[in-house]
């Protein structure tokens, strides 16, 4: 890898999920390949792909990869590009330390944007059961000690908050950690 080229992470929204806009990661990984991506891996169905690029920062590449894959596949999938560095503070960051034991209980959402006071307050007002959450930067982790599949609150968490985003569980982010580190 040369000293230009850096390690990114595409997190797909609404891809594979519920059998509906379904997407192959070998599929995906060669679309990647094909726009000119080096060091191209995926992890798990969800639409997460680890990739090398000499040119462009993460704004720059998910304009470029929404358009692309919309044109490929037909529909619309938001997706957050971070760098090696945004995953390095994520896990650094992490305000739940004491439950990264338990990365189904853990989940981090990338947001395409810093969420304003305003707008954290609202979702604090519907975090009434035993979730908690905490927003750092473009970040909202939350601890949902009964899993994600049952936090009523995880649901209200778009809708109220209004800052596009895409969730994965703490096992995830860990590895796609080590996949970037590695350099894809």
Known sequence: MSEEEKIFVALFSGINVGGNRIVKMAELRSFFEKLGFG??????????????????????????????????????????????????????????????????????YALEREPIADEVARLAEKCTGPERFETKGDVLYLHAPEGLGKSVFANLIPRTLKVPGTARNWRTVLTLLEMAGRGG
């Open 39 to 108: 060091d191209v891996a995926t992890y798990v169905q969800s639409g997460n792909v680890v990739f090398r690029s000499a040119t462009g920062d993460a704004a720059t590449l998910t304009k470029q990869l929404e358009t692309a894959f919309e044109k490929k596949w037909g529909f619309h999938s938001r997706i957050m590009v971070r760098d090696l560095g945004w995953f390095e503070r994520l896990v650094a960051d992490n305000p739940y330390p004491e439950v990264a034991g338990e990365p189904t209980k853990l989940h981090v």
